[in-house]
């Protein structure tokens, strides 16, 4: 399984990105995806994650409202957009997968609980 992020760039605050994570190998429908960040000298931390087949998805408070997570299994792809970007929202993006199982829903949120991960894709919001 491969990973391949992109879309990142330099955006000013209050504008928009999407995000895009294509995967490679395997059969896409059968693995959950989440989206992670990091930012210089920060731990990586959870952003959002989607569910393999009822596309049900989680995203941390700090982004509610403001980002969505989407899958098109068609296009082995999952897409984060992001709105009303914040400078705290500044990081490498990360997108990472798993294949689903009934504890994903107790641990979406950890970095640990995914196999896969891809190269990254820099976000830079300016105020």
């Known amino acids: 399984v491969q990973l391949q992020a992109s879309g990142g760039g330099l955006v000013q605050a209050g504008g928009s990105l999407r995000l895009s994570c294509v995967f490679f190998g395997r059969t896409f429908s059968s693995y959950a995806v989440g989206w992670f960040r990091q930012a210089p000298g920060k731990e990586r931390e959870f952003v959002a994650a989607?569910?393999?087949?009822?596309?049900?998805?989680y995203v941390t408070d700090s982004v509610k409202g403001r980002f969505t997570i989407s899958r098109d299994n068609a296009l082995n792809t999952v897409y984060l957009q992001m709105n009303s970007l914040k400078p705290e929202d500044t990081g490498n993006y990360y997108c990472a997968a798993r294949r689903g199982s009934i504890t994903f829903t107790l641990n979406y949120h950890n970095p640990s609980a995914y196999d896969y991960w891809g190269q990254g894709t820099q976000v830079t919001v300016s105020s």
């Open positions: 989607i569910k393999w087949s009822t596309d049900s998805t």
